[in-house]
C-alpha cells in the first residue's frame, strides 16, 4: 500500500507541476497559486461537510496549518523556476525536497540500508551535474536554480507536516481543507501586497477564463498528491515513502518531452538521470 499511494503521489505530483508550470508562462505565478488553491478548498470544503469530518478536529491540525503557511511559499518558488525553465531540469532538482523527511524518519529512528546511502550519494551527484552548466549561463537561470532549492526545501518540509496531520481518512480530509485554506490566505495576502506595489495580477487580456479548467485541474492533483502521500507515509516507512513520492519529476520532465519538445543538454540530462536513479535505489534499499 506504502508503494501505490507513494508512486500515485508521483504521477499527481508531476501532472499538477506540469501544469503550474505552462500556466505561469501566461498568468503571473501568484495568480496560479491562488486561484487554484481555492478551487481546491472549495472542493475540499464540501467533501468535509459531506464525510462530517470536523468532528476529527484536534491538536494535529497544527501539523496541517503549518504546512499551509509553508507550501504557498513552495509552489511559488516552483513555479517562477518551471517558467524560466527547463521544466526537465527544474523538476529532478526538486526533489531535493526528498531530503527533510528522510532525516525527520532517521530522527524517528528509522535507519536506511548501504543500498540507500548509495542512492543517496547518487542523487547528489545528479544534482550537481544537472545544476552545474546552468549555474554559468545568465542570472535569470542562476535565479531558476535558487528558486528550485527553496521550493525543495518547502515541499520537504510540508511532505513531513502533513504527514503527521491526521491519523483517519476523514481527518485528512478536514486536515487537507486547513492546509489550502491557510495557502489561500497566505497566498492572497502575499498577491495583496504585490498588486499595491505594483505588479500585475492577471495577464494582458484579463482573467484567463479559459485556463480555469487546468486551474482546477493543477490545485484538486495537488491537494490529491498531498492525500496519498500522507496515506502512504501512514503506512509505511516514512523514509520509503518520501523517496518513491519524490519520483514525480519523471512525470514532469517526461510530459515537458513529449508536450513541449524540450532538450536537455548531455550533462543536464545525464544529471537528471542521476538524480532520478539514486531516488530509485533510496525506495529500493
Known amino acids: 500500500m506504502t508503494a501505490l499511494f507513494a508512486l500515485a503521489t508521483s504521477l499527481l505530483w508531476g501532472l499538477a507541476d506540469f501544469g503550474g508550470g505552462l ?4 498568468t503571473p505565478a501568484l495568480t496560479v497559486v491562488v486561484v487554484s488553491q481555492t478551487i481546491a478548498a472549495v472542493v475540499l470544503g464540501a467533501i468535509v461537510v459531506a464525510t462530517g469530518g470536523w468532528s476529527a478536529a484536534g491538536p494535529q491540525l497544527w501539523f496541517a496549518f503549518a504546512a499551509g503557511l509553508v507550501g504557498p511559499v513552495a509552489l511559488l518558488s516552483f513555479y517562477k523556476a518551471l517558467a524560466l525553465g527547463p521544466m526537465g531540469v527544474v523538476s529532478p532538482l526538486g526533489s531535493l525536497g526528498v531530503a527533510v523527511p528522510i532525516t525527520v524518519g532517521l530522527v524517528l529512528g528509522e535507519r536506511p540500508g548501504l543500498t540507500q546511502f548509495a542512492g543517496i ?3 547528489v551527484v545528479g544534482v550537481v551535474l544537472a545544476g552545474g552548466p546552468q549555474l554559468r549561463g545568465a542570472p535569470v537561470q ?3 536554480i535558487l528558486l528550485t532549492l527553496l521550493a525543495a526545501l518547502g515541499f520537504g518540509t510540508v511532505f513531513a507536516l502533513i504527514a503527521e496531520a491526521s491519523s483517519s481518512v476523514t481527518g485528512l480530509f478536514l486536515a487537507l481543507f486547513v492546509q489550502r485554506v491557510t495557502n489561500v490566505a497566505v497566498g492572497g495576502t502575499a498577491l ?3 498588486v499595491r506595489r505594483g505588479a500585475r495580477a492577471l495577464p494582458e487580456g484579463g482573467f484567463p477564463w479559459g485556463s480555469l479548467p ?4 493543477v490545485g484538486l492533483a495537488d491537494v490529491a498528491a498531498n492525500g496519498t502521500y500522507s496515506v502512504a507515509a501512514q503506512h509505511g516507512p516514512v523514509t520509503v515513502a518520501a523517496v518513491l513520492a519524490s519520483l514525480y519529476p519523471v512525470v514532469t520532465a517526461l510530459a515537458a518531452r513529449g508536450i513541449l519538445s524540450e532538450r536537455l543538454r548531455g550533462m543536464q540530462a545525464a544529471g537528471a538521470g542521476l538524480a532520478l536513479v539514486g531516488t530509485v535505489l533510496l525506495a529500493t534499499g
Open 121 to 123: 550519494a547518487v542523487a
Open 23 to 26: 500556466l505561469t508562462r501566461r
Open 192 to 194: 495583496f501586497v504585490s
Open 142 to 144: 542562476r535565479q531558476a
Open 214 to 217: 487546468a486551474l482546477a485541474f
